[in-house]
């Protein structure tokens, strides 16, 4: 247990190490972007037009350099980057795997000096490696949901704009003004990736992947149909903002019904762990048996994953997609 221990402190440092060194990776990576841009600002001073000079938009998985290019090489790096960006934060994917590392590692060797068996540890472990990406979830899930809900008063709009004789680019900047985040920072990027010159199709398809949600895609597959067959766009906009604003009546009728339902799950769930602090604090010889006794961490890892797999039960029970 000693040697396991040492090994996990090894482990530790190593990675607290690494981070600090992706750290001053990135502050070094941020200075030769600010080389790059006053060389190309010099040379547009300049008016030198041959000189070859590119503003590339590079996505850095790391300000490591070998560390963005091992990443590049596993599939699962882009998903993550993308999962970050959906999220609206501009933390790269490395550092939060550092921060995964770190809080997992250390959890683990906190409890192990706190709990006696090494089976106990190990899930709390686990379960701290999950937190940030729990916590990068949690804020994703807020941020589209927000967009979704302001969706139909963009489309609105959008709608009135063009009825008043202005271009659908033109639509898409009234919104990155006049609507609230995260609505005009998405239609903002939009908008300035079909000013910089990519074609609009591209950069609507590129909004559906930052904004992964039904009702962008709706938004966008209308769009690319009219654009193809011609039509109102003002009326196909009026009538794709009065489904969204429908549907999300029919969301809060379901909730609103659902709400004993999810009360009562919520009881269930935090029952057996309530019990179990209220018997430890009010008689802890009872309790202490699952710690003392060698039978005690299968029986709690078992009841533990009884537990998981009947929280998501009743999840799927009382969750509908509307």
Known sequence: MGTLIAILTFLFVVVVFLGFWIFAGAEGSQE???????AVHKAERRGDVGLGLKLVRDEMMSGVPWL?????????????????????????????LMFSG??????????GYFLPHFY??????????????????????????KFEEHFPEALD??????????AFTTGLEMISKECPEPLAGEFRTAFEEQNFGLP??????NLTERVPIMDTRFFVTA??????????????LDGLARVIRDRFRIYREVRVRTAQGRLTAGILIALP??????????????????????????????????????SAILWKIIHFEV
């Open 157 to 166: 709009l959008l709608g009135r704009a063009v009825r008043a004789g202005h």
């Open 32 to 38: 030769q972007v600010r080389k790059r841009m006053s």
């Open 102 to 111: 770190i809080l997992g590692i250390g959890s683990y060797l906190v409890a």
């Open 273 to 310: 762990i309530m019990m179990l602090l209220i018997l430890g604090s009010l008689n802890p010889h009872y309790i202490g048996v699952l710690f003392t006794d060698p039978w005690g961490p299968t029986v709690l890892i078992i009841a533990g994953s009884l537990q998981v797999i009947g």
């Open 68 to 96: 963005h290019q091992l990443m590049l090489r596993w599939s699962w790096s882009t998903k993550l980057q993308d999962f970050l960006i959906q999220a609206g934060l501009t933390l790269k994917p490395a550092k939060l």
């Open 223 to 236: 769009l690319l149909i009219q654009k193809e067959t011609g039509g109102n766009l003002a009326e196909i």
């Open 120 to 145: 106990m540890t190990i899930p709390i472990g686990i379960a701290a490696m999950f937190i940030p990406f729990g916590v990068v979830a949690f804020i994703r899930s807020r941020r589209l949901h």
């Open 200 to 205: 609009l199709r591209d950069a609507l398809l």
